[in-house]
């Protein structure tokens, strides 16, 4: 599961270009989190991260609070969630896309006992796009705030000897149909994803 993702710093220029392209405006305040209290690096859950909705670009808290414990939900499985009453709602009305420079996962390489880290990317290109979606809830003092999701699907044959699940991956021009389009969110939910390289991390 996608539990860390990396934003080098040219992908948060391009990040800021799409900001600026989208003439955003207020889009680029929302839920009480301003786009420049958004992390770059290494990415972990609940930071605040720039996520792209139908109204531009958002800077939005990584992961919905769980309802039976403490703790957050930072992942959806894609294959369930529209089956599931905590994200029929936002999956059907408020999708977001998730850019980044690619996303971490661990697995073990040569039969060792400890984990290695890799980083994992779309060959040839520094964004890599992934699909989410947005809810809205309150913080212990009452104040609204808004949290996002990543999907994942399973694995295709590029992560698989690494981690058996992958975010669902979008191409730069689909951004804006992943956030518009129900018949495109319902085809990428079930589509394999595209092959990625991956890389020793530190």
Same mark, same amino acid.
């Given at each position: #599961? &996608? /539990?860390?993702?990396?934003?080098?710093?040219?992908?948060?220029?391009?990040?800021?270009?799409?900001?600026?392209?989208?003439?955003?405006? !207020?889009? =680029?305040?929302?839920?009480?989190? !301003?786009?420049?209290?958004?992390?770059? /690096?290494?990415?972990?859950?609940?930071?605040?991260?720039?996520?792209? @909705?139908?109204?531009?670009?958002?800077?939005? +808290?990584? /992961?919905?609070?769980?309802?039976?414990?403490?703790?957050?939900?930072? *992942?959806?499985?894609?294959?369930?969630?529209?089956? +599931?009453?905590?994200?029929? +709602?936002?999956?059907?009305?408020?999708? &977001?896309?998730?850019? =980044?420079?690619?996303?971490?996962?661990?697995?073990? !390489?040569?039969?060792? %006992?400890? +984990?290695? %880290?890799?980083? $994992?990317?779309?060959?040839?290109?520094?964004?890599?796009?992934?699909?989410?979606?947005? *809810?809205?809830?309150?913080?212990?003092?009452?104040?609204?705030? *808004?949290?996002?999701?990543?999907? @994942?699907? =399973?694995? *295709?044959?590029?992560? !698989?000897?690494?981690?058996?699940? #992958?975010?669902?991956?979008?191409?730069?021009?689909?951004?804006? $149909?992943? @956030?518009?389009?129900?018949?495109? #969110?319902?085809?990428?939910?079930?589509?394999?994803?595209?092959?990625?390289?991956?890389?020793?991390?530190?």
């Amino acid at each position: #599961m &996608c /539990g860390r993702y990396l934003i080098e710093d040219e992908a948060y220029a391009d990040i800021l270009q799409i900001l600026h392209d989208l003439n955003a405006g !207020s889009a =680029s305040r929302n839920g009480g989190f !301003s786009v420049d209290e958004a992390v770059r /690096g290494e990415v972990f859950p609940t930071n605040i991260a720039p996520v792209i @909705t139908d109204n531009g670009v958002a800077a939005v +808290k990584w /992961g919905f609070p769980h309802w039976k414990k403490s703790g957050v939900i930072i *992942n959806a499985r894609a294959e369930t969630a529209l089956e +599931k009453r905590s994200f029929q +709602k936002p999956l059907r009305e408020r999708r &977001c896309v998730v850019p =980044s420079s690619g996303f971490y996962e661990w697995g073990r !390489s040569g039969g060792g %006992k400890l +984990k290695d %880290k890799f980083l $994992l990317r779309r060959p040839g290109e520094h964004l890599l796009y992934m699909a989410g979606m947005v *809810n809205t809830f309150r913080d212990a003092l009452g104040a609204e705030y *808004n949290a996002f999701v990543i999907l @994942t699907t =399973s694995a *295709n044959d590029s992560v !698989s000897p690494i981690h058996d699940r #992958m975010p669902v991956i979008l191409a730069a021009d689909e951004v804006d $149909l992943w @956030t518009r389009d129900d018949g495109f #969110m319902e085809y990428a939910l079930h589509r394999t994803g595209p092959e990625l390289e991956p890389e020793a991390a530190g």
